[in-house]
């Protein structure tokens, strides 16, 4: 385990300022290039190591796997490794897409992963592994408790080998894998031996659908999924309606790089995407529960699919959840270039609140999948959002490692999109914004108006976005939704612990006059990874504190308006970040555990609580009054 220190990102910096200055400006601080990143482990850094020769002649050795017939959507595939002589701690299997992937050494592309930081010797892998495991996860491997005879010389054995097997959790993804036997480790690597490809059964199998809003009225729903098929497919609902199909998808070239250096996206952590169809399905009616199919007789349906439109603006209850932050972990052992713990435990939760009927909508505010770059993991994260988002509206705002990448346009120069730059992010969740690379947008939910911005696009004042904020919150209609929740990804007031600081006082000098000025009721951040709950805040002073109700929870009474009421909820996923031991007198509440924020409105009333995932708990809770 390696961090970089400041100095070498600061070498970094320079590196790509030099070969790139379009990417000077608005580089506020070297220590914001990693602010967010877990640390670097050797896994994350595989495909940049130096390639050794594995000094093993063994004739024994081989890598077999359960499924040797076509793959389904969604394995568990068991591999086997045996004919081992020597098992080691430092023996793994590392899962590779495509299949003809090179994981051979490219020693002449090693200057180009600078922007990790890693400067011990570059690379491993041309290609980089879906996933790895340790061999030592099957506790019999090491101790050689499979054994078998593979040579005998006067009917007594003479050579004895051992085996292990590993399980690992298999989606489609269209491309065929393999799996690939290395020793040394992750940081000494090199190759043993290598599986026979597996390819899916259906490769252009219609999967992973889930749900968005294009207006409030509450009569359209847009269906969004991933196909290996490039022709239009149809989206069947409410009992004989249909509608087409608009596919497109994204290629290497659309991901950003600096002149000389491939980011990630462009190079090793590049895996197609197939073909992302989106179709919208109309003429439904608000509040009301329908079911759907996706698909084309060529090339299979998805199963019925039950789901529910949202309530019409203007209309009077409105139950959602909220978040931020949360990514994706793996459903098996295995090491991945990016893992947020708390990720499943959250969505089993979610998924059952929605299960429930209790749910109208999804918003997820920033760091979506946490990709960066190794593009295979959105289908990953589509596949996990699916129980939720294939049935109700999963309304998304772009965050920093979803857009961020140094001369690309992005307000912050960092490389924390790992080259995606919006782009798979705009691609997989298609919003009713202002335009492409422009996503910001304004939708509203019975009585709630909801103004959702980038915080990684220019919002100083003058500019488009800044302009939109402002004529947005100005022209709500308060007869018609008498509440405003602002909500984008960086916030403007956190507690959290560290040397980086979360808050940007540009931004907030530009953008918070307009949260007062408009009445804004509730702002919703993440970007910190962890809950906190503020008075009603403005410039850092505490406007009015709530008062208990009669059952003790905190209740803000703005019907006498004094400033918005803020609470970061980044703790759907990502490792959580600690607080300081001096708080503001403005935070009121802080929790350090992994959940997500349940919402009740009416005309009267918003509640608030926010949700324990792993015991469902309720750690805090809050009433808004009109």
Not at 80 to 88: C, N, R, Y
Not at 370 to 390: K, M, Q, R
């Amino acid at each position: 385990m390696k961090e970089c220190n400041l100095s070498w990102v600061f070498l970094i910096s320079l590196f790509f300022l030099i070969f790139d200055p379009s990417s000077a400006h608005l580089l506020n601080s070297t220590a914001e290039y990693h602010h967010g990143h877990t640390a670097i482990s050797d896994f994350r850094v595989i495909n940049r190591r130096e390639l050794g020769d594995c000094p093993d002649l063994n004739p024994y050795l081989e890598v077999n796997i359960s499924s040797n017939s076509a793959l389904s959507n969604e394995e568990y595939v068991t591999v086997t490794v045996s004919g081992v002589l020597l098992p080691a701690e430092s023996d793994w299997i590392g899962m590779i897409s495509p299949s003809h992937s090179d994981v051979s050494n490219c020693p002449q592309n090693a200057w180009l992963y600078l922007e990790t930081g890693d400067t011990s010797n570059l690379p491993l892998l041309c290609h980089y592994p879906v996933k790895g495991q340790y061999m030592s996860t099957d506790p019999a491997y090491l101790k050689c408790e499979k054994r078998e005879c593979k040579k005998y010389e006067k009917g007594v054995c003479v050579v004895t080998t051992c085996s292990g097997s590993l399980t690992f959790h298999v989606i489609n993804i269209r491309t065929d894998i393999e799996f690939v036997y290395f020793g040394g480790g992750f940081q000494t690597p090199c190759i043993l031996k290598r599986s026979s490809p597996v390819s899916f059964a259906n490769p252009q199998m219609p999967l992973y659908g889930h749900l968005s809003s294009v207006d409030s009225t509450g009569k359209s729903m847009k269906l969004t999924w991933v196909s290996g098929d490039n022709k239009p497919q149809q989206v069947q609902y409410a009992g004989g309606k249909s509608g087409t199909s608009m596919v497109t998808t994204f290629t290497q070239d659309d991901m950003c790089g600096a002149k000389l250096v491939p980011s990630p996206a462009m190079d090793f952590g590049w895996h197609d995407p197939g073909y992302i169809h989106s179709a919208v399905m109309t003429d439904l009616e608000p509040s009301s529960t329908y079911s759907y199919r996706y698909g084309s007789g060529s090339v299979g349906w998805s199963a019925q699919i039950k789901f529910k439109t949202p309530p019409a603006g203007g209309s009077d209850e409105l139950r959602f959840l909220a978040f931020g932050d949360m990514g994706k972990a793996p459903r098996d052992p295995s090491a991945e270039h990016y893992i947020q713990p708390g990720s499943l435990l959250v969505m089993k939760a979610m998924a059952a609140e929605v299960a429930s009927g209790n749910v109208d909508s999804i918003f997820h505010i920033g760091d979506i999948s946490y990709a960066t770059g190794f593009l295979v993991e959105w289908d990953y994260f589509i596949h996990l959002i699916n129980p939720v988002a294939s049935q109700v509206s999963y309304m998304t705002a772009i965050g920093n490692h979803e857009r961020d990448y140094l001369g690309s346009g992005s307000i912050y120069v960092t490389p924390d999109s790992g080259g995606e730059c919006g782009i798979a992010y705009e691609t997989y969740f298609p919003m009713p914004t202002q335009g492409k690379d422009k996503p910001w947008y304004s939708i509203e939910q019975a009585s709630v108006h909801f103004t959702i911005i980038s915080t990684e696009h220019d919002w100083n004042e003058g500019s488009e976005q800044y302009e939109w904020i402002q004529k947005d919150l100005g022209s709500v209609d308060r007869a018609k939704t008498p509440w405003v929740i602002f909500a984008g990804h960086r916030p403007m007031y956190s507690s959290m612990k560290g040397v980086i600081p979360p808050v940007d006082p540009a931004f907030v000098k530009e953008v918070e006059p307009l949260l007062l000025n408009n009445k804004v009721d509730l702002v919703l951040f993440g970007h910190v990874h962890n809950y906190e709950r503020t008075c009603a805040v403005y410039q850092s002073d505490c406007k009015a504190m709530p008062t208990k109700d009669k059952d003790g929870f905190d209740t803000y009474d703005n019907s006498n308006y004094s400033a918005p009421i803020h609470a970061v909820i980044g703790m759907a996923g990502f490792t959580l970040d600690e607080f300081s031991d001096n708080v503001d007198n403005w935070s009121l509440v802080r929790v350090t555990e992994f959940g997500y924020v349940r919402f009740h409105a009416t005309r009267q009333e918003i509640s608030v609580e926010f949700v324990k995932s792993d015991t469902r708990q309720v750690k805090d809770r809050f009433l808004i009054t009109k």
